[in-house]
């Protein structure tokens, strides 16, 4: 059955823009996040402007922003410095060119200054772009074909990674099978894909060691962001980063959710690993359009010397590295991080103290400025935990709670909230009165 809004007056605009979108764009979005079925039941919010770490809707309803739009507004909604570099790039410079500028080499230095294990780095527009080249790179680098991919992880949509996202359960834990995201995914990549349950030492030794020969990447996410909030278990980054070096496989960490997230150097630098080949996205444009790949020169050599393609007519276009080399420089703030690092902090505990006195069946997961509240009387290790144990109709509840008290994030249990390096003191505190009300509403 469809959920309708409890207050659906609130968002009567909202309704009506959908309905007329619908009949000219296929789910009336244009994205699957946004659609219905990814938890907009009965329809999407219409947004009519955001500032810092605020967005108001077309019904005139504000809300603290925790959505961020999936995760790029890092530094809020328009944020100044950001904007004006954008502004000036397009009066002074143009969009693109189709040849190349010294400011993609300005960025390229801060990038590659602000995580270590990037020698090199390419720039282009999306986490799904950055993903696909990273894959082919290395398998052109090994001459292997295999891809191990963890259930419950999100890589962008391209054929060879679109599988297992949430799939229905089947398989056994250790080798659940590959599931296609829907039809038009060709069959063959099946056979090319590993898939495996994720913080689990025991399951990739005992697959390096019997198919390491043929396996040219795992491909990780290094804090599983896409369902809901996953942490790695002590020791299972490190092991994965050994594993994969003895047996000559490209260890990519994708790092569009996490990366400039959870500090400059990413989850990276938080967990201390080094990644073969890593990928960008949401933190670097301050909410344009650019994301990078990158990593060992002896890999990326194959670019360098022409081999391996990695073309895009928009990749590095002026808009997008003005953005960037602006955001960069918000980042690389001194004390930047220590802020957003306790507002975060403030956030989780708060929501984790009024949970539990509430006694809801429900505990906070994040790092730095991503989180996510599991409803679950059982802890989340990997996605068949989170398939078999979240409670997703008590998290509408939760959400839809929020909702009507200003505060917005994804409708969806397997999604995030983040914070921002706009959010005050004042907007978590505002936040964790909503939580209050909205537990003790849930617990009676
Ligand atoms: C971990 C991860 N990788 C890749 C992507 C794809 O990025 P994009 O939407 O920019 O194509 C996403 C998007 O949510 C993501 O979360």
């Not at 605020?54 to 995760?71: A, C, F, P, Q």
């Not at 953005?323 to 991080?337: I, Q, R, V």
């Not at 006694?359 to 068949?384: C, M």
């Amino acid at each position: 059955m469809t959920p309708a809004y409890t207050n659906a007056h609130r968002y009567a605009k909202s309704r009506e823009l959908f309905a007329e979108a619908k009949k000219l764009i296929p789910g009336g979005v244009n994205s699957t996040a946004r659609a219905t079925w990814s938890g907009w039941e009965p329809h999407p919010l219409f947004i009519d402007h955001g500032e810092g770490a605020h967005v108001v809707d077309v019904d005139g309803n504000r809300y603290i922003d925790y959505l961020l739009g999936l995760g790029p507004m890092l530094l809020g909604h328009r944020p100044p410095k950001v904007t004006q570099a954008v502004v000036a790039a397009i009066e002074k410079q143009g969009t693109m060119f189709a040849l190349p500028s010294a400011e993609e080499t300005k960025l390229a230095r801060k990038i590659i200054a602000a995580v270590p294990s990037l020698e090199q780095v390419r720039l282009c527009n999306t986490g799904t772009e950055a993903v696909l080249y990273a894959v082919r790179l290395a398998r052109a680098f090994t001459g292997r074909s295999k891809v191990i991919r963890f259930e419950g992880m999100y890589h962008g949509f391209s054929d060879s990674v679109y599988w297992s996202k949430h799939p229905p359960v089947s398989g056994s834990q250790d080798r659940p099978h590959p599931v296609p995201q829907g039809p038009g995914l060709p069959k063959e990549i099946e056979r090319s894909l590993i898939i495996l349950n994720w913080n689990d030492i025991e399951g990739l030794k005992e697959t390096i060691a019997r198919e390491g020969a043929d396996i040219a990447a795992v491909l990780t996410e290094p804090v599983m962001c896409n369902t809901g909030c996953i942490l790695p278990e002590a020791g299972y980054l490190e092991a994965m980063r050994d594993l994969t070096h003895r047996a000559g496989i490209v260890l990519i960490f994708d790092e569009v959710i996490t990366g400039f997230r959870l500090g400059l150097s990413g989850a990276q630098g938080h967990y201390g690993i080094t990644p073969d080949l890593s990928v960008f996205a949401k933190g670097i444009g301050g909410g344009f359009p650019v994301a990078a790949m990158g990593g060992r020169r002896d890999i990326m050599a194959l670019v360098a010397d022409g081999k391996l393609s990695m073309a895009g007519t928009y990749s590095a276009n002026t808009i997008a590295v003005a953005a960037a080399n602006a955001a960069m420089d918000e980042l690389s703030t001194p004390g930047a991080y220590a802020e957003i690092h306790a507002r975060s902090q403030e956030l989780r505990d708060g929501l984790g103290r009024i949970l539990q006195d509430a006694r809801l069946p429900a505990f906070v997961v994040g790092v730095g400025p991503v989180l996510q509240v599991w409803f679950s009387k059982h802890p989340i290790r990997n996605y068949r935990d989170a398939a078999r144990h979240a409670d997703h109709a008590l998290f509408r509840k939760w959400w839809e709670g929020m909702l009507d008290r200003g505060i917005l994030f994804h409708p969806g249990a397997y999604e995030n909230l983040f914070v921002s390096f706009a959010h005050t003191k004042d907007d978590i505190e505002v936040t964790l009165g909503a939580a209050r009300e909205v537990a003790s509403t849930l617990a009676s």
